[in-house]
């Protein structure tokens, strides 16, 4: 079975901790469901795992990825990228990850716990599925379980690139709401305006409109430009620090304007069930920056490190 796997981490160069090659497949946990893997994409979590930040299960090798599509007997599937899942949905804490709980999925066959498996939108390419479960399950969750997103509201999103940020621009578009986005990237900016955004500017300038909702996953870069950015009573929501984790925050800009800062990681199965049925009754494409062979993952690994991608970076195990 061919997998992309961690033997040794490298906190300098974690692409190149990337080995590709025949691994046999581990055996699955009783009731577990086999998948044949189509596609897998990427994510900055992968870059954490290869630096060694990320101790999982320690076993090694250890397959990466936690974003996959495939085929399950007859039925075209995309992965459900969570372990345990909490019954209550209201809270994800202490859930990981399916590569955490050492089952990663960028693997031609992999097994995953019964009931994991969400029904693949027809529409969608085999790497558009695989974008979904990682990064659109986070903006999904961002955008609707906690800033509550409505038709007619402005949302700012942070690092218009980003795996994260291109989903909540294509959701929160498609929703309704106004969505003004930040790229550092001239090109970026385009991309994110055909991507349904309203307005696109550079990282820290003035916006046209004070925001509902901020999407913030870039962190110190643009931690203070989205307090600035957000009116009176809106919601700043973060899942992540791209440039770091330590913000300077201004804290009578937060009290006097009531602005409530959130923070969010991943999503519920029912969430995830949620984001496949709205992404199927949108017809919404999400954005795949590339997709490589698997034998390319390094390659992948390094664009993403780069900050070069727009979209996912999407890897084919066809
Ligand atoms: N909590 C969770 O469940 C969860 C899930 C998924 C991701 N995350 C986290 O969310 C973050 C984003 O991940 P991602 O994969 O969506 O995107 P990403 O590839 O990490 O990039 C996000 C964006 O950050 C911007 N950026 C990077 N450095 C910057 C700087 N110095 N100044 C301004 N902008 C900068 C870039 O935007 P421009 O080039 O357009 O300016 C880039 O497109 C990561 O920290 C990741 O670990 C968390």
């Not at 946990?29 to 630096?51: C, K």
Request: hydrophobic share 45%.
């Amino acid at each position: 079975m061919r997998a992309a796997y961690l033997v040794e981490p490298d906190a300098d160069r974690p692409a190149e901790a990337i080995r590709v090659g025949d691994l046999d497949p581990a055996p699955a946990p009783d009731g577990w469901v086999e998948v044949d893997v189509r596609a897998g994409a990427l994510n900055m979590h992968d870059i954490w795992t290869l630096r060694g930040a990320n101790k999982g299960t320690g076993t090694r090798p250890h397959v990466i990825g936690s974003d996959a599509a495939g085929v399950a007997g007859d039925r075209d599937v995309i992965v459900y990228p969570v372990v345990p899942r909490k019954p209550d949905g209201r809270i994800v804490e202490h859930a990981v990850l399916l590569p955490d709980a050492g089952h990663g999925v960028l693997a031609e066959r992999i097994a995953v716990p019964p009931g994991h498996l969400v029904a693949k939108p027809g529409h969608l390419s085999w790497s558009e599925a695989a974008a979904l479960p990682t990064a659109w399950l986070t903006a999904y969750r961002m955008l609707f379980t906690k800033a509550r997103l409505e038709p007619g509201h402005v949302v700012l999103v942070q690092g218009a690139g980003g795996g994260v940020a291109t989903a909540a621009i294509g959701l929160a578009a498609a929703a309704g709401a106004t969505v003004v986005v930040t790229s550092r990237s001239p090109g970026k900016r385009e991309r994110a305006l055909a991507l349904g955004a309203t307005a696109a500017i550079g990282s820290g300038e003035r916006v046209p409109q004070l925001a509902d909702v901020v999407v913030e996953t870039v962190g110190p870069a643009t931690f203070e430009h989205s307090t600035r950015s957000t009116r009176a009573g809106g919601t700043i929501v973060v899942c992540g620090g791209t440039s770091g984790f330590a913000a300077q925050l201004d804290l009578a800009r937060l009290f006097a304007r009531e602005i409530s800062v959130h923070g969010s990681t991943m999503g519920t199965l029912a969430e995830f069930e949620a984001l496949v049925a709205f992404v199927a009754a949108h017809r919404i494409r999400p954005a795949v920056d590339s997709t490589a062979d698997l034998a390319d993952v390094r390659a992948q690994a390094a664009r993403m490190l780069a900050g070069e991608a727009f979209g996912k970076l999407c890897v084919s195990l066809s």
